[in-house]
């Protein structure tokens, strides 16, 4: 098999497919979360940001566009706010008042799956909704503000934002009583996932592209232009945009300059992309 086809295929399973049978048995034997899990978060990004060299799906993508140092801090504080999420579930859970339905008694790997599916539901609810209330879309239109699609723009988002599109997923798990391992492993391996699913890589989930949320797909949601934006909202699993309509594909690949917004004028620095939601000038630019 040529290397090509041979990573086009074998990227994803692979890399994802080592994390999880890490996380996942770290988990079964009771290893804590910290700092395993984010070693083997960062591990999985390195490769997929070494893959996008070997391999890339936009060669152009590949080269700075004025964002590499602001996009790596914005790396850097999601790293730290999911290290800190854990952390804070860890002081959280225990001391509020849970339901007593969980399934406690389940192998790990299905527990991670029912907690992935109650975090991805709140993820997608909370996506659709950050593109339709005004203020929410000015948080999250500094993830929408890349020129290019790679293995960074995964983490390329306001810290406002993360919290408020990850928090009523996560809630709902730690109310349900989903343990602390069981919901860091899935962090874990959404933070692994959300780098392929951004990354500048030629690869393909083949038959799985249409309801997992790999680049294939989810490129279309970077569509310069607004309204061809709302679709393929599904940070994991594409089954909510196919359930509730939202699901796009189209076999032409999307292009090197068809991603970003269409106003250009977007602040490069990583401190005025933090305060560029509060400015005047997001309150009039902003498009809902
Ligand atoms: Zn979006």
Known sequence: MRLNTLLRYGAYPVILGGVATFVLIWATLGGAPWPSYLLVAVMGLIAVAALERIQPFQVDWNQDHHDTLTDAIHV????????????????????????????ATWPIALQVLLAGAIIDLGLYAMHRLSHRVPWLWRLHAIHHSAERLYWMNGDRRHPLSALL????????????????????????????????????????????????GGAELHRW???????????????????????????FDQPS????????????????????????????????????
Do not use: K
């Open 76 to 103: 850097l504080v999601n790293l730290v706010l999911m290290a800190g999420t854990a952390y804070g579930l860890h002081l959280v859970i225990g001391r509020v008042p849970t339901t007593a339905l969980w399934p």
């Open 221 to 247: 949601h970077h569509r310069r232009h607004y309204a061809d934006a709302q679709v393929n909202f599904g940070e994991f699993w594409l089954v909510w945009d196919w359930a509730f309509g939202t699901r």
């Open 165 to 212: 599109l990850a928090g009523p997923g996560l809630v709902a798990a730690v109310l349900l009583g989903a343990s602390v391992a069981v919901i860091s492993a899935w962090l874990t391996l959404l933070t692994v996932h959300l780098a392929f699913q951004h990354a500048n890589l030629d690869y393909s989930l083949g038959p799985l592209r249409r309801w997992i």
């Open 253 to 288: 690949p999307v292009g090197a300059d068809d991603v970003g917004l269409e106003d250009a004028r977007f602040p490069t620095s990583y401190v005025g992309q933090l305060r560029w939601p509060f400015g005047a000038d997001a309150a009039t630019r902003a498009r809902v």
